[in-house]
T-cell receptor, first 114, second 113 residues
Framework: GNSVTQMEGPVTLSEEAFLTINCTYTATGYPSLFWYVQYPGEGLQLLLKATKADDKGSNKGFEATYRKETTSFHLEKGSVQVSDSAVYFCALLAGGTSYGKLTFGQGTILTVHP | EAGVVQSPRYKIIEKKQPVAFWCNPI?????LYWYRQNLGQGPELLIR????????DSQLPKDRFSAERLKGVDSTLKIQPAELGDSAVYLC???????????FGQGTRLTVV
């Protein structure tokens, strides 16, 4: 079946540090890949997405590249801010009979200190 | 534009009691999802609707959970009777047909005591 594995957290960084959150996936066919973010007290929000191999999704300074050869979609940001503190979820949307079903990783808690 | 609206935000009930959650999706979105998110984990799909038809309910525990989406707009998710293990955040999401982006509500945090 489809699955998503994220690096274990929590991750604690100082402001302006470089961020990487690893995400690998297992899926049949050619899934679309997503990063969702959940700020404290709020619902899940789409951060970025990529729908095919070698696509790069980007938003708010975050980037992730769809790597089919390594089945990965790692999230990166060059300089984090305190306001980036949140829980980050990697997810995939598979096709075929599972079309429409998002499969999420377990989430990574990011805390950024001033 | 209003987002996905869920109510209530929080609910505390005793085990064996019934509980219901309500979701109003974004206007015009044909697809509606109910997810359950246990503490420290990612959301897991319970049921997906295309208009008023449940097209994927394979993960819904049908002995105690039920859902409906009358007229293909609002939806309710019910648990009867609730068990301690049902304590979680229940998320509703919607998307337009054929669109890969799902928009999530703030969720209902259920505590069963």
């Amino acid at each position: 079946g489809n699955s998503v594995t994220q690096m274990e957290g929590p991750v604690t960084l100082s402001e302006e540090a470089f961020l990487t959150i690893n995400c690998t996936y297992t899926a049949t066919g050619y899934p679309s890949l997503f990063w969702y973010v959940q700020y404290p007290g709020e619902g899940l929000q789409l951060l970025l997405k990529a729908t095919k191999a070698d696509d790069k999704g980007s938003n708010k300074g975050f980037e992730a590249t769809y790597r089919k050869e390594t089945t990965s979609f790692h999230l990166e940001k060059g300089s984090v801010q305190v306001s980036d503190s949140a829980v980050y979820f990697c997810a995939l949307l598979a096709g075929g009979t599972s079309y429409g079903k998002l499969t999420f990783g377990q989430g990574t808690i990011l805390t950024v200190h001033p | 534009e209003a987002g996905v609206v869920q109510s209530p935000r929080y609910k505390i009930i005793e085990k064996k009691q019934p509980v219901a959650f309500w979701c109003n999706p974004i206007s015009g979105h044909n697809t509606l999802y109910w997810y359950r998110q246990n503490l420290g984990q990612g959301p897991e799909l319970l049921i997906r609707y295309e208009n008023e038809e449940a097209v994927d309910d394979s993960q819904l525990p049908k002995d105690r959970f039920s859902a409906e989406r009358l007229k293909g707009v609002d939806s309710t998710l019910k648990i009867q009777p609730a068990e301690l293990g049902d304590s979680a955040v229940y998320l509703c999401a919607s998307s337009s047909l054929g669109n890969t982006e799902a928009f999530f509500g703030q969720g209902t945090r259920l505590t069963v005591v």
